[in-house]
């Protein structure tokens, strides 16, 4: 399974950016869903997540406040809406999908099953 992940680009600081992802040819509307990304010479680091119903999610830190997960089941799409860029959040995001279907979020990798191949946003000072 392969996920597809778009929307991002280069901005400047402040700006927005809205990445979507989605999953051609396979259906999860009932799996966690997250949102990590990694900066040049770093581990890569959880961003989002959101539940299968979309009512409870997490978010790193650094983005809260500035940041938006959700989805969209109909269309088996999950967004990041990115506000207030900053420099510091330049990174190649991934959209990660668990394989299981269950009721909680997962902020760490190793509890998804399914990746995007990243999209890359680079915010200009």
């Known amino acids: 399974v392969q996920l597809q992940a778009s929307g991002g680009g280069l901005v400047q600081a402040g700006d927005s950016l809205r990445l979507s992802c989605t999953a051609p040819?396979?259906?999860?509307?009932?799996?966690?869903k997250g949102w990590f990304r990694q900066a040049p010479g770093k581990e890569r680091e959880f961003v989002a997540a959101i539940t299968w119903t979309g009512g409870y999610g997490d978010y790193a830190d650094s983005v809260k406040g500035r940041f938006t997960i959700s989805r969209d089941n109909a269309r088996n799409t999950v967004y990041l809406q990115m506000t207030n860029l900053k420099s510091e959040d330049t990174a190649v995001y991934y959209c990660?999908?668990?394989?299981?279907?269950?009721?909680?979020?997962?902020?760490?990798?190793?509890?998804?099953?399914?990746w995007g191949q990243g999209t890359q946003v680079t915010v200009s000072s």
């Open positions: 990660a999908v668990r394989g299981r279907s269950d009721t909680f979020y997962y902020t760490r990798a190793v509890d998804y099953d399914y």
């Open positions: 040819g396979h259906t999860f509307a009932l799996n966690a």
